[in-house]
């Protein structure tokens, strides 16, 4: 009792702080930093020896608690922190794995856009428009001329062409007009194709709405663009010099140049097309990636690589007779032999016209069944019947193999066999154009008319390759997908039967 006596005063000076850190609440010590200055002061505690087991149980619990939590707290805000950066980190620095389908749907219409300068570009061609504009002024040309001095002064650069003095020499001021206009509203809509294309694709690329691939693939287009200005202007500006042409025929432009800038716009919308309608598919295949993994799967079967492999075949031989075509228009070829299937007395003309030696530039004769081929109008023409007919008879192969083959009518998907029927009317379409296009002539309508219908047939063909191609990145992704949707459904159903 004396020994209790001789303590009291010191037990009495420590209730405060006993009682602030035994009915305190963890959370508020924590926040407080009091946790340290508790097991600070408990150690520093005199204690007696009728009492030390008692004080020392009691100071060795209370440090371990307090130390614990000194840790846990200390810890917690750099644990948070850290996933905080990782994740802001992660959404800056990364590219998603599925393109936006704004970004679809924004290729999509780039493409519309490009079939429509193709149309209004043959056109141009068709009403000899494409060298009025005998300058090119990429930024400043973007404006017509705005008063009668500028339209005198475009008026007398067109004067000096070779296609005024040798086949315009009495047109007019309000006839050149027309021309002019028409040639003009081409170059803006192809300027118009370039920024309406460029500066979205920035954005989509710098907020990070585009996959990697895709943002590489959007870059290459975007150079392709850019690069068809300029073969653009190279065309034009192989019809401006007499050097260019054979002396005292019809002024026009070179048919290689001219093949060259409908390749580039047909690459370009091709480009444009695919790309859009694979991130369609990839967005409808992820819906439910189980149903889509299943449907790619089917189209992994050995037995569907031939069908493959004959839609791109029928692809490129399409792109193959529009190039053909290329070269009838720069040639005029389509004005000589307008009957069909005939030419002349024959399916084909005389031997001594195909292979003409007035082609030939080398004294051996080495060029002789080249330059045939691509400058002599009447091969041109019977190369691009034959790659017509070749065509059509390959892409009438491809439905009786579609519609007669039991494998196939097993395994081929519906949409592909829907898209095998619209490859065949297209056709059926674009031939029937091509020859009353030769039999009244070449009309302008039903020329128009032809080379639109060449973009349809390819575009149904690209559409049908989309169907029944395999994307093997689409496909891990729906693996990894379905993997994590089995991981949620196993998870939820032991959870579920823990409660239970």
Request: aromatic content about 10%.
């Amino acid at each position: 009792m004396a020994a209790l006596g001789k303590s009291l005063p010191v037990w009495r000076s420590l209730a405060p702080r006993i009682s602030r850190d035994l009915f305190t609440c963890r959370q508020c010590l924590r926040n407080q930093g009091y946790a340290a200055k508790s097991v600070r002061q408990f150690s520093a505690m005199p204690s007696h020896q009728p009492s030390k087991t008692r004080s020392s149980l009691f100071t060795d619990k209370n440090r371990q608690f307090f130390t614990s939590s000194m840790k846990r707290t200390a810890a917690a805000p750099s644990f948070t922190s850290a996933v905080h950066e990782g994740a802001t980190e992660a959404k800056s620095s990364s590219f998603p794995k599925i393109s936006n389908k704004s970004v679809a749907y924004w290729l999509l219409g780039s493409a519309a856009s490009v079939f429509g300068i193709v149309i209004f570009g043959g056109l141009t061609r068709l009403t000899e428009s494409g060298l009025s504009i005998t300058e090119w002024k990429p930024v400043t040309g973007s404006l017509p001329p705005m008063n009668a001095e500028d339209w005198e002064s475009e008026f007398a650069k067109y004067r000096a062409s070779p296609e005024f003095k040798l086949l315009n020499p009495h047109m007019t001021l309000s006839e050149f007009k027309s021309i002019y206009y028409m040639e003009w509203i081409h170059r803006l809509w192809g300027r118009f194709i370039g920024m309406s294309f460029v500066l979205p694709a920035v954005y989509f690329v710098a907020r990070k709405k585009v996959s990697g691939p895709m943002a590489w693939r959007l870059g290459g287009i975007a150079g392709l663009i850019g690069f068809q200005g300029f073969i653009g202007w190279w065309m034009v500006k192989s019809g401006l010099k007499d050097d260019l042409f054979a002396p005292g025929s019809h002024p026009r432009v070179s048919q290689y140049r001219l093949t060259a800038h409908l390749g580039a716009a047909f690459t370009c919308y091709v480009a444009m097309l695919w790309n859009g309608l694979a991130i369609l598919r990839s967005h409808r295949l992820m819906k439910d990636p189980v149903s889509g993994l299943k449907q790619l799967d089917a189209l992994r079967d050995p037995r569907l690589a031939i069908f493959r492999r004959s839609v791109a075949a029928v692809a490129a031989l399409v792109f193959i007779t529009v190039m053909s075509g290329g070269l009838v228009a720069g040639l005029d070829a389509g004005l000589i032999y307008n009957e069909f299937p005939y030419m002349g007395n024959g399916l084909t003309p005389p031997k001594n016209e195909l292979w003409d030696p007035r082609y030939s530039r080398h004294e051996d004769r080495s060029d002789l069944w080249w330059r045939n081929m691509l400058e002599n109008p009447s091969l041109v023409q019977l190369d691009h019947r034959i790659l017509a007919t070749t065509t059509f008879t390959s892409i009438m192969a491809l439905m009786a193999y579609t519609l007669k083959s039991p494998t196939m009518k097993r395994i081929l998907p519906a949409p592909a066999r829907k898209g095998v029927h619209g490859v065949m009317g297209f056709a059926c379409l674009q031939v029937t154009l091509g020859i009353c296009t030769l039999l009244y002539l070449v009309p302008i309508h039903l020329a128009s008319a032809h080379q639109a219908g060449s973009l349809f047939l390819l575009t149904w063909v690209m559409v049908l390759g989309s169907r029944v191609w395999h994307p093997s990145r689409t496909a891990k992704l729906l693996q990894m997908a379905a993997k994590a949707r089995g991981q949620q459904v196993s998870s939820a159903a032991a959870s579920g039967i823990k409660r239970v």
